[in-house]
Structure formats: structure tokens, C-alpha cells
């Protein structure tokens, strides 16, 4: 008979390097997160852009006074 008790032998020596949410990093879903989020920026930019013609018209506004 050993000298250690059940608790003892039931834990593990060392726990398992990464987060212990049981699932593994996926480099393709992060790629594509990515990629979105820079869509979206370039998006944002492109349209106020275009955008910024207009507006300095309808409010005849100069370039600084837009900024």
C-alpha cells in the first residue's frame, strides 16, 4: 500500500501548457478576422473620402475646414 491518498494520485503531475478551454487556435480564423477588420478600415476610409467633396459643397467648406 502506498502512503499517498486518493486525492493526491487523482491530480495530475503538471497541467497542460495553452488555456484550458479544450479548443486549439485556429491561424485561418484569425487570418480571416483580420482581414475583415482591415476591409472594414479601408472601407470606412474610402467612403469619407468620397464623401468629403460633398459635404464641403453643401456647407461650402475648404479642405481644412473639413479636417
Do not use: C, K, Y
Request: proline letters at 7%; charged letters at 15%.
Amino acid at each position: 500500500m502506498s502512503s499517498a491518498t486518493s486525492e493526491q494520485r487523482a491530480m495530475p503531475a503538471h497541467s497542460p501548457p495553452g488555456p484550458s478551454l479544450g479548443r486549439r487556435s485556429n491561424p485561418w480564423l484569425t487570418l480571416i478576422a483580420v482581414a475583415i477588420g482591415l476591409f472594414m478600415v479601408n472601407l470606412d476610409t474610402s467612403v469619407v473620402s468620397i464623401a468629403n467633396s460633398e459635404i464641403g459643397r453643401d456647407l461650402n467648406a475648404s479642405t481644412a475646414d473639413l479636417q
